[in-house]
């Protein structure tokens, strides 16, 4: 079974940067992402990576200033976010998928979150 612990989350001005952190523990996933949820607003999907070919995705709003990445000896997922904007306040979540790797696939072991806070 899989376990994820997210790190990382705090406070930080608009053009600054932070670097989210996923433990990830147990084996038999195929996917891993990143998702954050803004008070009052729907989840959304940021970043995934394909654990088998390392193929990363981004949605729209994030790319080309968020990185997804693995440290396989460490087993932690990151998520490199710079150029943040208020917009980017939310809760952020770790996801593991069995059998998908896509913004779009199912994910069915969550974390607890952490939060990220940009100020204007």
């Known amino acids: 079974q899989v376990q994820l612990v997210e790190s990382g989350g705090g406070s930080v001005q608009a053009g600054g940067s932070l670097r989210l952190a996923c433990e990830v523990s147990?084996?038999?996933?195929?996917?891993v992402a990143w998702f954050r949820q803004a008070a009052g607003k729907q989840r959304e999907g940021v970043a995934t990576?394909?654990?088998?070919?390392?193929?990363?995705y981004y949605s729209g709003p994030v790319k080309g200033r968020f990185t997804i990445s693995q440290d396989n000896a460490k087993n932690t997922l990151y998520l490199q976010m710079n150029s943040l904007t208020p917009e980017d306040a939310a809760m952020y979540y770790c996801?593991?998928?069995?059998?998908?790797?896509?913004?779009?696939?199912?994910?069915?072991?969550w974390g607890q979150g952490t939060q990220v806070t940009v100020s204007s």
């Open positions: 996801a593991a998928s069995r059998i998908g790797c896509r913004l779009g696939s199912s994910y069915d072991t």
């Open positions: 147990g084996d038999n996933y195929y996917g």
């Open positions: 990576l394909c654990t088998r070919s390392n193929n990363v």
